[in-house]
């Protein structure tokens, strides 16, 4: 299988007061065509930054190097803005997290919704063209499940309710059949049935239109069930990936072990008793342990681990950790 | 016992201008009753526009009601004065960016209620706001940062610290949890559990996890389309729903995931 995104040793440094810190640190990330992959990490892992290196959304301060990070056939740190530009707003698009910032409070939803279908849907004469638009426009809110349509339209984003604002900036997403969507937190403000249609949506479009879709998330128990792929990020570094299936059934890294037992509630705690918690809270980038980041709050931690582990791949498990949950055997 | 808090006939219009035409009246809430007791845990649950985050919002002060009362303690709260309920009743936003001030640090946003609130010497103060940043898992490093240094995440716990800093009487929340990942959101937890133990802080809070609303809340208060439809005991509504919406909100797809999990897992 092809790789349509190839993401090998990504590195991001930000400079603050403090000095240069990195956010992302050799991180590594594939996406086949039509492929769903879902990313996980705390808060403050690094994963909107991620999303946004991707789509080239980058403050021009950031240093940002890879051994890779390719796009189909391009190399995207090889092109100049202005290219980078047109392959982003070609190929991608992106669903921000809290899309109620990133919709201009200054024009009306329906404005915004019309100025994303792209010119070469559209025929004929500016009136014809323009009834085209809303016509379009409507429909894709009908995609996303919106049925008031005229007053979503007619509304400023901060008239809208969260939710349906998360809809409207997934309805402008996927206006322009994009090869690739990363999708950040999209559905949160959603309930159990919306997010479900959300989903059915984008795995819809994944499976008939080849869209490579990287969503990404916290919450492990409402992740979209069409994902073929998974991984898990902790402070910048990519502590394990593989089948989703693989890794919700038997994980080989104690970070996605502790993740699991944290995210589902078990269904006999009685309520309001006090739940079970990953010690101790995420460093600040500026006190990043060395070695693996996850040491200090790491069960299994040891000496070794001062040293970054490097990524090992066992039964289609790809993972860094000196002494993952298996018994490993040694060929050398 | 007598009521902590009591909302009447509270209800809010939103007006559309509509073009050339005369402006829509849009029905956001429609005249609620309800009361809820000290140191009680409400859930507001809805589909997405049916008004929880309206309700959480006129409770908190945030928008002015277009009818009705709300009193605290037995007493009327004016809906134009804010000062005056800001520091009983304390509101987690929605979107927890939006709510943060872009100019200030962590630190002095979390100072200026203090300030306002307490007679604290500057450096009590400070201590406080230390000891605060890390009930939420932030750190004291955090003070310094300005909020869009932070993650999402660390945005929404910024905001937590802001509303139980002064201890209230009453903290209302808005999904304060979608964007906690599940260790810090079981350490939120916690924190309220030990807050309302403590205090007797009563908490209400819209939320889209039956699983949560299962481990919190006594009451859950189910909207649709601006109207209160179900108002019952969790216990209750959980057993006995009355509405086809109130099973499928609080029906847990969890359940049978976590089953398999553990079953895959042995
Ligand atoms: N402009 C900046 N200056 C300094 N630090 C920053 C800046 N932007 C982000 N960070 C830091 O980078 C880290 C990663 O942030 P990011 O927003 O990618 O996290 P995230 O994984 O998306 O978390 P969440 O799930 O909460 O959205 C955070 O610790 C944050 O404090
Ligand atoms: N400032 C406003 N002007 C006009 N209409 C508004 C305004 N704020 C909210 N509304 C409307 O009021 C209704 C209820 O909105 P509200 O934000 O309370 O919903 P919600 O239940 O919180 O939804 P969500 O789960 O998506 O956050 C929506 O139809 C919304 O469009
Ligand atoms: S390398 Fe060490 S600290 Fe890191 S996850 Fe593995 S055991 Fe834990
Ligand atoms: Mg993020
Ligand atoms: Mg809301």
């Known amino acids: ?332 | 016992m007598t009521d902590l808090l009591e909302v009447r006939n509270l209800s809010k219009y939103y007006s559309f201008k509509n073009g050339w035409l005369r402006p829509t009246r849009v029905c956001a809430l429609e005249p609620i009753n309800f009361s809820v007791k000290r140191g009680e845990t409400i859930a507001i649950m809805g589909e997405t526009g049916s008004g929880k985050s309206t309700l959480a919002k006129l409770i908190a002060g945030a928008e002015v009601p277009t009818s009705g009362e709300i009193y605290l303690n037995g007493e009327l709260l004016d809906p134009n004065n804010y000062q005056q309920r800001c520091r009983e009743i304390r509101m987690i936003f929605q979107d927890s960016f939006g709510s943060l001030n872009p100019q200030l640090t962590i630190g002095k946003q979390l100072l200026e209620p203090l300030r306002f609130n307490t007679a604290w010497t500057p450096a009590e103060r400070q201590e406080h706001v230390y000891v605060t940043l890390q009930k939420v898992g932030l750190l004291p490093d955090h003070f310094d940062f300005y909020p869009h240094m932070l993650s999402s995440g660390q945005q929404q716990r910024v905001c937590i610290a802001r509303a139980i800093i002064l201890e209230p009487q009453i903290i209302v929340a808005d999904e304060a949890f979608a964007s906690l990942d599940p260790s810090i959101r079981a350490q939120i937890i916690n924190l309220i559990l030990d807050l309302q133990e403590d205090m007797g802080i009563s908490f209400i809070f819209a939320s889209h996890s039956p699983e949560i609303v299962r481990h919190l809340a006594d009451k859950i208060l189910i909207m649709h389309r601006g109207k209160m439809i179900e108002f019952d005991s969790t216990q209750a509504l959980l057993t006995n729903p009355k509405e086809q919406l109130t099973k499928i909100l609080l029906q847990s797809e969890q359940l049978n995931k976590a089953l398999k999990h553990t079953t895959t897992q042995e």
């Open chain 1, 1 to 332: 299988m092809s790789n349509i995104l190839d993401i090998r040793n990504l590195t991001i440094e930000l400079e603050t007061s403090a000095g240069v810190v990195k956010v992302l640190d050799k991180l590594s990330l594939q996406l086949a065509e039509g492929e769903i992959h879902t990313l996980v990490g705390e808060s403050g892992s690094g994963k909107s930054l991620l999303a946004k290196a991707i789509m080239g959304f980058i403050n021009p301060r950031w240093k940002i190097t890879a051994d890779r990070l390719w796009w189909r056939h391009y190399d995207l740190l090889a092109l100049n803005p202005v290219q980078r530009r047109l392959v982003t707003g070609r190929d991608m698009a992106m669903i921000f997290q809290n899309p109620g910032s990133y919709l201009d409070p200054n024009t009306k939803v329906g404005e915004q919704l019309r100025e994303t279908i792209p010119q070469s849907e559209l025929k004929g004469i500016y009136l014809r063209r323009k009834a085209t638009r809303t016509v379009r426009a409507e429909r894709l809110l009908h995609r996303v499940g919106i049925k008031d349509t005229a007053k979503v339209m007619n509304s400023y984003p901060q008239q809208l309710s969260e939710g349906i604002a998360q809809k409207v900036s997934i309805a402008m997403a996927i206006a322009h059949n994009p090869k690739l969507l990363i999708a950040d937190e999209p559905t949160t403000a959603m309930e159990p049935n919306t997010r479900n249609q959300i989903y059915r949506l984008l795995a819809k479009l994944s499976a008939s239109q080849g869209m490579s879709i990287l969503m990404i998330t916290q919450d492990l128990t409402a992740i979209i069930p069409e994902t073929q792929r998974m991984s898990l990020v902790y402070c910048g570094q990519l502590m394990e990936t593989g089948p989703t299936e693989k890794l919700m059934s038997e994980p080989f890294h104690p970070y996605t072990d502790a993740m699991l037992k944290m995210s589902f509630f078990n269904q006999d705690v009685a309520p309001k008793t006090r739940l079970p918690t990953l010690t101790g809270a995420i460093p600040t980038l500026q006190h990043m342990p060395i070695g693996c980041r996850l040491g200090p709050r790491c069960p299994n931690a040891r000496r070794a681990c001062i040293h970054q582990p490097r990524l090992s791949k066992v039964k289609q498990h790809q993972f860094a950790c000196h002494f993952p949950l298996i018994e490993i055997v040694h060929h050398d």
